[in-house]
Nanobody, 126 residues
C-alpha cells in the first residue's frame, strides 16, 4: 500500500505561482512513476505532468508546457509541481498519483497509476 498526500494548493491571481507537493509513504520502493492530474468541475480528469526519474522521462501536457515544472526527490519520497504564470483555466483539483513504469509508451496511460492522493484545490482568479 502507498499513501499520497498533496499540499500547496490555494487561491492566486492570474500570473501568479504556486508550488504543489506530494508526499508518498508506505511501500514505495517498487513505484517509479509519479504523475500530476487535474480535474475541473464538469470536466474529465486530465494528465498535467509525469516523471520517471530512473528512466529520465518527463512529460508535460501542451497546456502547461513552459509554465509548470515537476521534480522528484527520491530520498524524501516527494514530488513537486511548480506552477508559474497561472491562468484561470488552470483552476482545478490537482491530484498526484504513482505507479510502475516499465518502459512502454510515454506518457503512461492513466490505468498505469495504482495509487492516488485526495487532491488539493487550485483556484486562479482573473
Amino acid at each position: 500500500q502507498v499513501q499520497l498526500v498533496e499540499s500547496g494548493g490555494g487561491s492566486v491571481q492570474a500570473g501568479g505561482s504556486l508550488r504543489l507537493s506530494c508526499a508518498a509513504s508506505g511501500d514505495t520502493s517498487n513505484y517509479n512513476l509519479m504523475g500530476w492530474f487535474r480535474q475541473a468541475p464538469g470536466k474529465e480528469r486530465e494528465g498535467v505532468a509525469a516523471i520517471c526519474v530512473r528512466r529520465y522521462r518527463v512529460y508535460y501536457a501542451d497546456s502547461v508546457k513552459g509554465r509548470f515544472t515537476t521534480s522528484q526527490d527520491t530520498a524524501k519520497n516527494t514530488v513537486s509541481l511548480q506552477m508559474n504564470s497561472l491562468k484561470p483555466e488552470d483552476t482545478a483539483m490537482y491530484y498526484c498519483a504513482t505507479g510502475v513504469y516499465s518502459g512502454g509508451s510515454w506518457p503512461p496511460l492513466r490505468s498505469e497509476y495504482d495509487y492516488w492522493g485526495q487532491g488539493t484545490q487550485v483556484t486562479v482568479a482573473s
